[in-house]
């Protein structure tokens, strides 16, 4: 047996690409070479990322839209409909645990309508009759289904309460003399 290094096969010895192979043995025109294709490659690309990179920051909308406009609900929310009786012309509605009903209910207007599609379906008069969470209605007009949501509907604008239009002018503060 001989202890000295064996040498790779001479297929192997002249080839950079095999691992092993020293660089000293790689020539010159092969490390030049990868060094073209690599940035002959590497430069289209940062170019191109470059310019699509401009080209998106600058752009334009075509219209500048509106900003949203956000309004407070119009009904305000009074329950749902728990029975309807036709014959009589009577409803039930439970009143929501976060609705919050004026006392003044009685003989006022009721707007029952689909929870989906808010179409409505029916007119109530509230009744005096209140006992806890529902609350006893007469119906007008149309008729409603079990579960429809039932709205008060925003006072005209006449007997709405009046609106301050007097400017407020402030004074300067008095200064006791001594």
Known sequence: MSTAPSLPHPSVRGNPSVRGAHPSRVPASASRRSLLISVATTAPLLLLLAL????????????????????????????????????????????SPLATPPADLAGRELIARNPDTLIPSARLVASPHRQNRVLGAYVTQGSPAISDEVVLPPLPAESAAPVATTPITPTAPSVPKK
Do not use: M, W
């Open 52 to 95: 699509s990179g401009c080209a998106a920051t600058h752009s334009k909308p075509l219209f500048k839209s509106p900003p949203p406009r956000y309004t407070a609900a119009t009904n305000q929310e009074v329950g749902r409909v728990l029975r309807y009786d036709p014959g009589a012309a009577t409803a039930l509605v439970e009143i």
